[in-house]
């Protein structure tokens, strides 16, 4: 026995023991807290993460497709870029995102580093460049100061900015459950619906895609493996990246962490609610049609898995300098 096993009253390390022994047997995981974090780096992040000077009207952050107020999404079918652009595909949320293996739909960025710097760049989303991001940064006292305390001199770049903002990401996460809680061994933290719903999505063959902690989020998938998924979205999937005929659909699968906040569903966002995402799910990936108890079942267990969602100070951003160009909200 170790020295920290020691210290734990006997009758609490037994209930630890068979928790853990309880959830390891099961597909899915409890959600960790994060263990690992620069605090004055996330700190740093958070700001980039809030602050809309990052993009080239001015008026487009971060937080505006992935909202914290709202799962870390926008609600909306495709998210709206720089002058009122319509994007070519859902918003998937930021929460638990470090538990990707990949992110993007398509999987085109490997990191939340890389993930970060898309958006700044790209014309249908904030419409920067990083060279111009970079500018803003370095034109506001603020940041200059705070990087330098963050990073140890006064290099400013994309990708100490994205760096920042994937440090923030990464607190990110979403624990205890009311799944996680009954994974842990609380027998009472599900009811017999949502039960009855997890048994379903197992002996379904659900969790052949949706497992792990983030109950998703681990590998690619093609959409419509029974039937054909019909979209008018000009999403590729994966043949985006790879330019393969045989990659098209084929997308990275949602994790389904707190999915009831985050409608509507799929990369188009063509199902606005759970139980009709349940219902297609079944029908094209699984060749089911479940009945209308079993996908309310399904639809209570997953709304099981909303967990505690981050809080923190809304960021108040430095203020600009003389220097910091003025934002184009209205320019192509």
Request: aromatic share 8%; net charge negative.
């Amino acid at each position: 026995m170790t020295m920290k096993q020691r210290l734990i009253p006997a009758a609490a390390l037994a209930a630890v023991l068979f928790a853990g022994a309880a959830w390891a047997e099961e597909p899915i995981k409890p959600i960790e807290p994060v263990k690992e974090i620069n605090l004055a780096k996330a700190e740093l992040g958070k700001k980039l993460f809030f602050d809309p000077r990052l993009s080239k009207s001015g008026f487009i952050s971060c937080n505006s497709c992935h909202n914290l107020s709202m799962g870390g999404s926008d609600n909306l079918k495709t998210s709206i870029g720089h002058n009122w652009q319509k994007g070519p595909i859902n918003a998937p949320t930021v929460l638990n995102s470090s538990l990707n293996f990949v992110q993007f739909w398509d999987g085109r960025a490997e990191t939340l580093k890389a993930q970060a710097g898309g958006p700044i760049a790209n014309p249908g989303e904030m419409a920067f460049t990083h060279e111009m991001a970079e500018g803003v940064v370095q034109s506001i006292p603020g940041y200059v100061t705070e990087f330098r305390l963050v990073f140890g001199d006064d290099k400013i770049d994309i990708e100490r900015i994205t760096a920042a903002i994937a440090e923030f990401e990464k607190t990110l996460v979403t624990p205890n459950s009311r799944f996680d809680k009954w994974l842990l061994g609380d027998a009472n933290a599900l009811t017999a619906q949502e039960l009855a719903g997890y048994k379903l999505f197992k002996e379904s063959g659900c969790v052949s895609c949706h497992y792990g902690a983030s109950v998703g989020g681990g590998t690619f998938h093609k959409m419509g493996m029974v039937e054909e998924y019909k979209s008018t979205s000009p999403a590729e999937g994966r043949k985006a990246v790879t330019g393969k005929d045989e990659d098209r659909l084929m997308f990275k699968v949602p994790n389904l962490r707190n999915v009831e906040l985050t409608y509507p569903y799929f990369h188009d966002g063509e199902a606005e609610t759970l139980t009709e995402a349940v219902d297609i799910m079944g029908r094209l990936q699984l060749g089911k049609k479940l009945t209308e108890e079993q996908n309310a079942q399904i639809v209570a267990f997953l709304k099981s898995l909303t967990g505690e969602q981050p809080t923190f100070t809304l960021p108040i951003l430095p203020p600009s300098s003389d220097k910091t160009p003025q934002p184009k909200p209205f320019e192509d």
